[in-house]
């Protein structure tokens, strides 16, 4: 990047607002729609001073009527526009899940690419943030293990604004997955201009020799804090930031557990049917002799997000984080 | 509320207009295009009925009955309006200018099918029900912010109704004010599930009241009143006056797909009797003989015409180049990505014996 590149600090949800912002200013075919997303600047302000500014034609405030408006944004998207669809918690996505599952993911194939359906939907995402029931989901496979629809969780200001940019550009759907706890827990220097981050590649986000750890969203951070706790003990951890769930970044994965040969993979969703499996075929298609121990999956449970007074038992920290590299290093 | 929603009609049961003050509008030439749409997707509609029979297609959702609801609404649309059909709209669809040949290529398990001609919005069949109503009130709405003035509309059931989307799509085209048409043939029964079962309501059209959105109830074998109404609700779309909810009441003789036989839930006499007594089609017909506007040689030469056309298409379906396995793959998204990637290689590696 060039130094002249102008920079501001940023939290993830500020990083949130100015991609936005950015790409209303850049196209007149992008407009937002979503739940209080208009006045009120949506549920965390994501959208905060958008209608302000862009009007209440491309900032629309709907009607509580998740499937009605997502399948609303797949008609505006049939029809040239591209919507960009606010649902106020992942765990409120589920009346909308008919109209992604059966349309927006299957629109370009069902046609041979007459039609296309450009939406991007986000989603605040994950536990962690005391929030009241169905709140805190993180099912995220639900949406992996769709054909036609791309996945992305950043954990970092820059790589929100970055990857909610190539969303917004993306010809196709894409489900964008926002950290409830990465959203004010830091900040970071993000250019004030427009730029893309490459849906579909992770990144190291600290080199290590000895155990890879993979994880992505608010996981990141627990990733990195057991890494330094690991190295403490002397284990030389890597860590890896995901950063787009589907497709998975097989290249990135592979070189760091081919260099290591022990993984251990952190999600906070549940553990049956979770990515974390998509991250294990992956290295076992494409790594498995260079595999010196078993991989750990570090993981919520497969029970119910529990109310928020449990949630501590539910969400993988340190420790238990810390506990698997142990394993995977003395194996 | 039945009251309160009495039956439009323009034209009665014996082919004689009740309502003068469409005469005007009613011309020889208008007939004759009504004639010749309806016997076309008649012709098809018993061809394909036939072709599934012989294992030529797949599973078919046939219409007859519902041939004037389908050709008055159609014709009533603009050349760059939307349509936004179910599954068993296709006598719409080809009426608005879908070409036999890819209706029957959907029907015969081909994305292909789905390609409407170039410049004509014609989206897909919509499969699970109900769900194609706010796609057609997103297209409107996307209409409305272009400043033009073309209009949606969509396609559903009586069982639909029954739906949430139903639901969220009046309420969100009342409050966006959008220019769609939301067009419902209520042909009594929703696979075998009467209407008494499926709702309280009497009426479908008094639904519309909860959204503050105009409705109208009109005879759906009369091809004038569904012709015209249309085109009333069509143009308040346009005007910028917002959304129309039509019940068009009609009924399906046959099955509701070639794969359910319609005598296990209802008495077939009733097909029969309103065959005899209420068919669009010798509605149309006796208006025309009324008027001295189709004599029997014209009739016969379009009924020969559509049946050419009809078996021409039939022809094409089966010329038609075999899958091509690369299909499935090639539009997932705009470029594949290397898991679709890596398993069409495996695919291909098998099937070409590599």
């Given at each position: 990047m060039s130094t002249l590149t102008k920079m501001k600090t940023l939290t993830m949800v500020q990083a949130i607002t100015d991609a936005m912002r950015v790409m209303l200013q850049e196209s007149e075919h992008v407009l937002l729609m979503g739940e209080d997303i208009g006045t009120n600047g949506g549920v965390f302000r994501a959208t905060d001073g958008l209608q302000q500014e862009f009007g209440e034609d491309r900032v629309l405030d709907t009607p509580l009527s998740e499937a009605g408006f997502i399948g609303a944004a797949i008609g505006m998207g049939l029809n040239g526009f591209r919507p960009v669809a606010e649902?106020?918690?992942?765990?409120?996505?589920y009346p909308a899940y008919e109209q992604i599952m059966t349309h927006a993911s299957r629109i370009r194939a069902r046609t041979l690419g007459h039609f296309t359906c450009p939406l991007v939907i986000r989603a605040p995402y994950g536990a962690?943030?005391?929030?009241?029931?169905?709140?805190?989901?993180?099912?995220?496979a639900l949406f992996t293990h769709m054909p036609g629809i791309k996945v992305v969780c950043p954990a970092t200001p820059y790589d929100a604004k970055g990857l909610l940019i190539a969303a917004i550009e993306d010809p196709d759907p894409v489900l964008f997955l926002e950290p409830m706890r990465c959203y004010r827990s830091s900040r970071e220097e993000v250019p004030e201009e427009k730029y893309t981050v490459e849906i579909g590649k992770g990144k190291v986000v600290k080199e290590g020799e000895d155990v890879t750890i993979i994880a992505w969203g608010a996981m990141v951070n627990v990733a990195e804090d057991a890494a330094k706790e690991a190295a403490g003990k002397g284990i030389d951890c890597e860590v890896l930031?995901?950063?787009?769930?589907?497709?998975?970044d097989k290249d990135l994965i592979s070189t760091s557990v081919q260099k290591t040969g022990r993984t251990v993979i952190v999600h906070?969703?549940?553990?049956?049917?979770?990515?974390g499996n998509d991250v294990l075929a992956i290295i076992n298609d494409k790594s498995f002799l260079y595999q010196k121990a078993p991989t750990e999956r570090v993981t919520g449970f497969?029970?119910?997000?529990?109310y928020f007074g449990f949630e501590d038992f539910y969400l993988p920290d340190s420790k238990r984080v810390l506990a698997a590299v142990e394993k995977v290093a003395r194996y | 509320m039945i009251e309160e929603f009495q039956l439009v009609q323009v034209m009665d049961q014996q082919g004689?207009?009740?309502?003068?003050?469409?005469e005007k509008d009613i011309s020889e030439d208008l007939t004759r295009t009504f004639y010749r749409h309806l016997i076309r997707i008649r012709t098809f509609d018993k061809k394909a009925v036939s072709l599934q029979r012989q294992g030529r297609i797949g599973t078919y959702a046939p219409f007859e009955g519902q041939e004037a609801s389908q050709v008055g609404s159609a014709l009533?649309?603009?050349?760059?309006d939307w349509l936004f059909p179910s599954y068993r709209d296709h006598g719409a669809t080809m009426t608005f200018g879908h070409s036999l040949l890819h209706i029957l290529l959907f029907w015969k398990g081909?994305?292909?099918?789905?390609v409407p001609p170039e410049g004509k919005n014609i989206f897909t069949?919509?499969?699970?029900?109900?769900?194609?109503l706010p796609h057609a009130v997103g297209a409107a709405f996307a209409e409305k912010r272009k400043g033009t003035r073309n209009a949606a509309i969509v396609y559903f059931g009586?069982?639909?109704?029954?739906?949430g989307d139903f639901h969220e799509g009046l309420n969100l085209a009342s409050v966006w004010d959008a220019p769609v048409v939301f067009f419902n043939?209520?042909?009594?029964?929703a696979i075998s599930v009467p209407m008494h079962k499926q709702m309280?309501?009497?009426?479908?059209?008094?639904?519309?009241l909860a959204y503050d959105i105009p409705s109208v109830r009109i005879d759906g074998n009369d091809i004038f009143a569904v012709y015209f109404e249309t085109l009333k609700a069509l143009e308040r779309a346009r005007n910028g006056d917002g959304p129309t909810l039509i019940e068009s009441v009609t009924w399906r003789?046959?099955?509701?797909?070639?794969?359910?036989?319609?005598t296990k839930y209802r008495d077939q006499q009733e097909s029969e009797s309103r065959r005899k007594d209420n068919d669009p089609v010798d509605r149309l017909t006796k208006f025309m003989k009324h008027r001295g506007w189709g004599d029997e040689e014209w009739m016969t030469s379009v009924q020969k015409e559509c049946a050419k056309e009809v078996d021409l298409a039939v022809e094409e379906l089966e010329a038609y180049p075999a899958a091509d396995p690369s299909v499935i793959f090639d539009y997932v998204f705009a470029t594949p990505t290397w898991t679709i990637q890596e398993q069409k290689d495996k695919l291909l590696e098998r099937w070409r014996g590599e």
């Open positions: 649902v106020q918690f992942l765990g409120f996505i962690g943030v005391r929030a009241p029931e169905i709140h805190s989901d993180s099912t995220e930031d995901l950063r787009t769930l589907y497709p998975l906070e969703a549940h553990a049956t049917g979770g990515v497969d029970t119910p997000v529990p | 004689e207009l009740v309502q003068g003050e469409y009533a649309l603009q050349d760059k081909r994305n292909e099918g789905c069949p919509g499969i699970p029900i109900a769900t194609q009586d069982g639909a109704t029954s739906e043939q209520n042909n009594h029964y309280k309501t009497k009426t479908i059209a008094q639904k519309a003789y046959g099955a509701h797909t070639t794969a359910d036989d319609p």
